[in-house]
Nanobody
Framework: QLQLVESGGGLVQPGGSLRLSCAAS????????IGWFRQAPGKEREGVSC????????NYADSVKGRFTISRDNAKNTVYLQMNSLKPEDTAVYYC??????????????????WGQGTQVTVSS
C-alpha cells in the first residue's frame, strides 16, 4: 500500500518549536518532490514548503520564511519540517504530499499524487 504518514504534531506555546516528519511506505521518496501544506479551520489548504529530489532546492511560503526549515533523508525515506518561533496563526492540520517532479512545481494541489492523513499543530498559550 502506497502511503505517506505525518507525525510530530502537537500543542506548543507561541515561540516554541516542533519537528514534523513525513515517512513513506510502499514507494521510494527519492523519486518525488515533497511538499508540506496546511489547512486551518474554515480556510483553504495552502502550501508551506517544498523540497526537490536532491534536497538542494527548497521553497517556502512568505509566512514561514526564516522560521521553518524543510529537509530530507532519502536513506530513511523521510522528509522533515522543522518549525521554530511558532505563532498562533501557524495552527492548522499539516499535510505532506509527493509529486513526481525533479524540482518543486509550486503548490498546485492536483500536481501532488500522494497525500498523508495530516497531523494537527496547535500553537496556543
Amino acid at each position: 500500500q502506497l502511503q505517506l504518514v505525518e507525525s510530530g504534531g502537537g500543542l506548543v506555546q507561541p515561540g516554541g518549536s516542533l519537528r514534523l516528519s513525513c515517512a513513506a511506505s510502499g514507494f521510494d521518496l527519492n523519486y518525488y518532490v515533497i511538499g508540506w501544506f496546511r489547512q486551518a479551520p474554515g480556510k483553504e489548504r495552502e502550501g508551506v514548503s517544498c523540497i526537490s529530489l536532491s534536497g538542494g532546492s527548497t521553497n517556502y511560503a512568505d509566512s514561514v520564511k526564516g522560521r521553518f526549515t524543510i529537509s530530507r533523508d532519502n536513506a530513511k525515506n523521510t522528509v522533515y519540517l522543522q518549525m521554530n518561533s511558532l505563532k498562533p496563526e501557524d495552527t492548522a492540520v499539516y499535510y505532506c504530499a509527493a509529486a513526481r517532479w525533479n524540482n518543486c512545481p509550486g503548490y498546485v494541489l492536483r500536481l501532488y499524487r500522494y497525500w498523508g492523513q495530516g497531523t494537527q499543530v496547535t500553537v496556543s498559550s
